[in-house]
């Protein structure tokens, strides 16, 4: 069955630091995989997604993300961070028709 | 484009009673509609993947009978929680897409709906 995993359920990070925020996932076939952030009470914003081409993607909000296949991960990465970006961030998979999410990672930005 | 909106933003009822709870998709017409329940600091959890006129598909553990889903347009679903008890307390999320030939790989979601049963 599908999984991912995303090891750092919290990472606290100045404002302005590079933040990198990790996602793992498991699979033998070709998949989908999508990075969404959720403020507080708010439903899902999608921030970029991988289908196929150039392993780099770049989202909104200056974030961006690589795909490796020999690792299966789809890490996400800011290289300066704001206030702004405090948020949940999930990580998810797609390649039966359904998504599946990891447990999502907290961000929390200080000034 | 592709906003997916909910009703109500929030609700409080009485344990017993029924809730009803629309998904639409604004400006794009989905063909699925998928809903999702989210507890305190939790992940997402799916519930059940609604087509067009057809009947919804259930994850295994899901009450059918309790979470009744009506996908009747290619912009609406709806999700209806009977004889709802504290214990269906959450937050509910829709999503939509359109068909995957389409390009429909990706989901959009709504802004959630809170459920808090006393």
């Known amino acids: 069955a599908q999984s991912v995993t995303q090891l750092d359920s919290q990472v606290p990070v100045f404002e302005e630091a590079p933040v990198e925020l990790r996602c793992n996932y498991s699979?033998?076939?070709?998949?989908?995989l999508f990075w969404y952030v959720q403020y507080p009470n708010q439903g899902l914003q999608l921030l970029l997604k991988y289908l196929s081409g150039s392993t780099l993607v770049k989202g909104i909000n200056g974030f961006e993300a690589e795909f490796n296949k020999s690792q299966t991960s789809f890490h996400l990465r800011k290289p300066s961070v704001h206030i702004s970006d405090t948020a949940e961030y999930f990580c998810a998979v797609d390649n039966t028709d359904k998504l599946i999410f990891g447990t999502g990672t907290r961000l929390q930005v200080f000034p | 484009g592709a906003v997916v909106s909910q009703h109500p933003s929030w609700v409080i009822c009485k344990s017993g009673t029924s809730v009803k709870i629309e998904c639409r998709s604004l400006d794009f017409q989905a063909t699925t509609m998928f809903w999702y329940r989210q507890f305190p600091k939790q992940s997402l959890m799916l519930m059940a993947t609604?087509?067009?006129?057809?009947?919804?598909?259930?994850e295994q553990g899901v009450e059918k009978d309790k979470f009744l889903i009506n996908h009747a347009s290619l912009t609406l679903s709806t999700l209806t929680v009977t004889s709802a008890h504290p214990e269906d307390s959450s937050f509910y999320i829709c999503s939509a897409r359109v068909p995957r030939l389409a390009g429909g790989e990706t989901q959009y979601f709504g802004p959630g709906t809170r459920l808090l049963v006393l």
């Open positions: 609604s087509n067009e006129g057809s009947k919804a598909t259930y």
């Open positions: 699979s033998s076939v070709s998949v989908y």
